[in-house]
């Protein structure tokens, strides 16, 4: 199971006006610990930032699921909250447990079609108590590095 961290970068942008203007955006990434997390998201910014950035700040993230595409007009993220419905086989009465899953996709249309696709094979039964936009600019997921043999074979 991911463990998401919400990372907020601060850098200097250019404006369409060419007004230079400090910003703040949200990025999340995968990683086991906060101290993993600000390395990750370093890592992945630098590559995209001219200049100085910071790590204003980072904090848990509590998503059971990250539904991903790959389709290019899929560029916004979104944040559903959703509750499964269970029985309580003692009392009769339904019982509700809450989730919150992010999905990828173009606009608002979009993100319900792809929970519904990415919810098809649950069992339980749930219901979709909201689903909106979030701030996020990208989702950083685990990628596991090349691992080189402990020994190499000798001689080559």
């Given at each position: 199971m991911a463990n998401w961290f919400e990372c907020k970068v601060r850098y200097e942008k250019t404006m369409e006006n060419g007004v230079v203007k400090k910003v703040p955006e949200p990025y999340l990434v995968d990683a086991l610990s906060f101290?993993?997390?600000?390395?990750?998201?370093?890592?992945?910014?630098?590559?995209?930032?001219?200049?100085?950035?910071?790590v204003e700040n980072i904090k848990r993230a509590n998503?059971?699921?990250?539904?991903?595409?790959?389709?290019?007009?899929?560029?916004r993220w979104f944040k559903s909250k959703l509750y499964f419905?269970?029985?309580?086989?003692?009392t009769g009465q339904e019982k509700k447990?809450?989730?919150?899953?992010?999905?990828?996709?173009?606009?608002?249309?979009?993100?319900?079609k792809k929970l519904d696709e990415g919810m098809k094979g649950t069992?339980?039964?749930?219901?979709?108590?909201?689903?909106?936009?979030?701030?996020?600019?990208?989702?950083?997921r685990f990628k596991a590095k090349d691992e080189k043999p402990e020994f190499p074979e000798a001689g080559k």
């Amino acid at each position: 199971m991911a463990n998401w961290f919400e990372c907020k970068v601060r850098y200097e942008k250019t404006m369409e006006n060419g007004v230079v203007k400090k910003v703040p955006e949200p990025y999340l990434v995968d990683a086991l610990s906060f101290t993993e997390a600000e390395a990750r998201i370093i890592e992945e910014m630098t590559p995209f930032i001219t200049g100085e950035f910071t790590v204003e700040n980072i904090k848990r993230a509590n998503y059971s699921e990250v539904f991903f595409t790959e389709e290019e007009a899929a560029d916004r993220w979104f944040k559903s909250k959703l509750y499964f419905i269970t029985l309580d086989e003692k009392t009769g009465q339904e019982k509700k447990s809450a989730t919150n899953i992010l999905i990828q996709a173009a606009d608002l249309r979009d993100a319900l079609k792809k929970l519904d696709e990415g919810m098809k094979g649950t069992m339980a039964d749930y219901a979709i108590a909201s689903l909106i936009e979030t701030p996020l600019m990208d989702v950083y997921r685990f990628k596991a590095k090349d691992e080189k043999p402990e020994f190499p074979e000798a001689g080559k």
